[in-house]
């Protein structure tokens, strides 16, 4: 099994809709959990973390995290055009808080 | 706050020559990383440089490597470069401490011809 996965993809939504992407990964010891985002030509960006189980909101953004289950997904509500990137799952291997390991990415469309 | 900068954004090299590539992190952060990015393969993890020490490693052959000064500005070098070396090489910088995110540069763009 790879360390960390995204496998549904690309992923195209009607403008005003919920996206949803999802990301499993591999080290039960993983404490923190990062989404980026990264638009076509364009360095990576930071646009959410989760620590604890559950669920953390940031605007139109939610991060869901279960660690059980080993599984963090992200929510985009109302999503918009200006949303088409590509998501990017990384996870820390325990104890290696800087060494991040990236999923492969899922390619969002918004279609106007 | 000044972001985390790059240099050079773009080097078209051919087989078998070194490049040097550079990042300044943003202040007060002392841990950089490096990332390689290709279509095929991701984003995938260099080595990372915390203050002055590598402190991880990636999975690449000794001819990557790289260094970190005394400022927290950090240099990668590549030797004997090869077409597979073509990639989006991206630097990181994060505070290094606990549950921190990292932030990247704009990258450098390497086409190895």
């Known amino acids: 099994q790879k360390e960390v996965e995204q496998n549904s993809g690309p992923l195209s939504v009607p403008e005003g809709a919920i996206a949803s992407l999802n990301c499993t990964y591999s080290?039960?010891?993983?404490?923190?959990f990062f989404w980026y985002r990264q638009y076509s030509g364009k360095s990576p960006e930071l646009i959410m973390f989760i620590y604890s189980n559950g669920d953390k909101e940031d605007g139109r953004f939610t991060a869901q995290l279960n660690k059980a289950s080993q599984y963090v997904s992200l929510l985009i509500r109302d999503s918009q055009p200006s949303d088409s990137a590509t998501y990017l799952c990384?996870?820390?291997?325990?104890?290696?808080?800087?060494?991040?390991?990236f999923g492969k990415g899922i390619t969002l469309s918004v279609r106007p | 706050k000044a972001g985390v900068t790059q240099t050079p954004r773009y080097l078209i090299k051919t087989r078998g020559q070194q490049v040097t590539l550079s990042c300044s992190p943003i202040?007060?952060?002392?841990?950089v990383s490096w990332y390689q990015q290709t279509p095929g393969q991701g984003l995938q993890f260099l080595f990372e440089y915390f203050s002055e020490t590598q402190r991880n490693k990636g999975n690449f052959p000794g001819r990557f490597s790289g260094r970190q000064f005394s400022n927290s500005r950090s240099e990668m070098n590549v030797s004997t470069l090869e077409l597979g070396d073509s990639a989006l090489y991206l630097c990181?910088?994060?505070?290094?401490?606990?549950?921190?995110?990292?932030?990247f540069g704009q990258g450098t763009r390497l086409t190895v011809v």
């Open positions: 990384a996870v820390p291997p325990t104890g290696a808080n800087s060494k991040l390991t």
């Open positions: 080290d039960r010891g993983s404490q923190s």
């Open positions: 202040s007060g952060h002392r841990s």
């Open positions: 990181a910088s994060s505070a290094g401490q606990g549950r921190v995110g990292a932030f």
